[in-house]
């Protein structure tokens, strides 16, 4: 029997799976980042040997094929040094680079047409049509865009914070969650540089990152929904991530919805709001989106999509419930 290797290389894990013709998932696992944008081509090569050998059960048996659904960044230049990591496996019919926004997308549903919005550390949205992507909007990076992203939501909460230390902007509970997250006491102390020893401190902690690092204060917005500073980086994330929506068309007709990263799926919020700005953008519209936590399970309906094995209901059922089973 010819088994399919897939893997999903995400920004904060990366995740392969040993599939079937049938979509049985045979064997699973995991490891680090394998994004090539942020850990560079020798390190998300890495991670994605690691994860696939994990799922191959630690042998280095022969796979059919394999597929890698990765940052958009890597479909333009294919990284050498992951097809000759994968190598090893001996894939017959070679090793296919997929965008981790088709694996997404398919992890929520097995048609070829729909939508999908994606809000974890950067965010983006994207049209499929065909099987293939029609129109992305946003995923330009923190400097460029990802507005209503992880990163965006962080870098709100520590602005909020220092206005709110400085005088700028109003009081906010973000300030306790911030300063407690980067072990910082509170000092009204004034000192020479005319700031506050909080504000100093946080000034000096917070320029210790690199940027897209903010993204890990994006959970403190999440743990104070009534505090009225929070509730508007919220609402501004959710207008962002509809407009970044909107602009691919999404939101209508035209198949599925898939919500994916983890500002949409653990910041529920954001996710409900999304939809209410949505709807009251587009009159008429009212998406229910499939919400999904990761792209593995996609990328192993394009592992069998791309070498001619239709997936219909009962395929991706098999695929999603025997992958959760290896799961658990």
Same mark, same amino acid.
């Given at each position: 029997?010819?088994?399919?290797?897939?893997?999903?290389?995400?920004?904060?894990?990366?995740?392969?799976?040993?599939?079937?013709?049938?979509?049985?998932?045979?064997?699973?696992?995991?490891?680090?980042?394998? $994004?090539?944008?942020? !850990?560079? /081509?020798?390190?998300?090569?890495?991670?994605?040997?690691?994860?696939?050998?994990?799922?191959?059960?630690?042998?280095?048996? #022969?796979?059919?094929?394999?597929?890698?659904?990765?940052?958009?960044?890597?479909?333009?230049?294919?990284?050498?040094?992951?097809?000759?990591?994968?190598?090893?496996? $001996?894939?017959?019919?070679? @090793?296919?680079?997929?965008?981790?926004?088709?694996?997404? &997308?398919?992890?929520?549903?097995?048609?070829?047409?729909?939508?999908?919005?994606?809000?974890?550390?950067?965010?983006?949205?994207?049209?499929?049509?065909?099987?293939?992507?029609?129109?992305?909007?946003?995923?330009?990076?923190?400097?460029?865009?990802?507005?209503?992203?992880? /990163?965006?939501?962080?870098?709100?909460?520590?602005?909020?914070?220092?206005?709110?230390?400085?005088?700028?902007?109003?009081? =906010?509970?973000?300030?306790?969650?911030?300063?407690? %997250?980067?072990?910082? %006491?509170?000092?009204?102390?004034?000192?020479?540089?005319?700031?506050?020893? =909080?504000? %100093?401190?946080?000034?000096?902690?917070?320029?210790?990152?690199?940027?897209?690092?903010?993204?890990? /204060?994006?959970?403190?917005? /999440?743990?104070?929904?009534?505090?009225?500073?929070?509730?508007? @980086?919220?609402?501004?994330?959710?207008?962002?991530?509809?407009?970044?929506?909107?602009?691919?068309?999404?939101?209508?007709?035209?198949? #599925?919805?898939? &919500?994916? *990263?983890?500002?949409?799926?653990?910041?529920?919020?954001?996710?409900?709001?999304?939809?209410?700005?949505?709807?009251? !953008?587009?009159?008429?519209? !009212?998406?229910? #989106?499939?919400?999904?936590?990761?792209?593995?399970? *996609?990328?192993?309906?394009?592992?069998?999509?791309?070498?001619?094995?239709?997936?219909?209901?009962?395929?991706?059922?098999? @695929?999603?419930?025997?992958?959760?089973?290896? !799961?658990?």
């Amino acid at each position: 029997m010819h088994n399919f290797l897939a893997v999903d290389a995400g920004g904060t894990s990366t995740r392969a799976v040993l599939v079937s013709p049938s979509g049985t998932c045979l064997g699973y696992g995991e490891s680090g980042a394998g $994004n090539p944008v942020s !850990r560079g /081509f020798r390190g998300a090569a890495d991670a994605v040997l690691r994860a696939s050998r994990k799922a191959l059960g630690g042998s280095a048996r #022969p796979v059919h094929s394999a597929t890698v659904a990765m940052a958009g960044a890597s479909l333009a230049q294919p990284p050498g040094l992951l097809l000759e990591h994968l190598r090893e496996f $001996n894939p017959a019919q070679g @090793i296919t680079i997929e965008s981790d926004l088709l694996a997404v &997308f398919y992890s929520g549903s097995y048609h070829d047409a729909g939508h999908a919005l994606i809000a974890g550390t950067g965010a983006v949205a994207a049209r499929v049509e065909g099987g293939r992507l029609a129109a992305v909007a946003d995923g330009a990076g923190w400097l460029l865009g990802d507005s209503g992203s992880g /990163f965006w939501l962080g870098r709100e909460a520590v602005r909020a914070v220092a206005a709110a230390l400085d005088g700028r902007g109003p009081g =906010t509970a973000l300030t306790e969650g911030v300063l407690a %997250q980067l072990g910082l %006491q509170a000092d009204p102390a004034v000192g020479a540089s005319g700031r506050t020893g =909080t504000l %100093q401190q946080l000034i000096n902690a917070v320029y210790g990152f690199m940027p897209v690092q903010l993204s890990r /204060f994006a959970p403190r917005v /999440f743990d104070v929904p009534a505090d009225p500073v929070a509730r508007d @980086i919220m609402d501004r994330a959710a207008a962002a991530l509809a407009g970044t929506l909107l602009a691919v068309g999404g939101g209508g007709p035209g198949g #599925p919805l898939v &919500f994916g *990263g983890s500002v949409l799926t653990k910041g529920a919020p954001v996710a409900a709001a999304v939809v209410e700005e949505v709807s009251l !953008r587009r009159p008429g519209a !009212r998406p229910v #989106p499939v919400l999904v936590h990761d792209g593995v399970a *996609g990328a192993a309906v394009l592992a069998l999509k791309r070498h001619g094995i239709a997936v219909d209901a009962i395929v991706f059922g098999r @695929i999603a419930s025997s992958l959760a089973a290896l !799961r658990d």
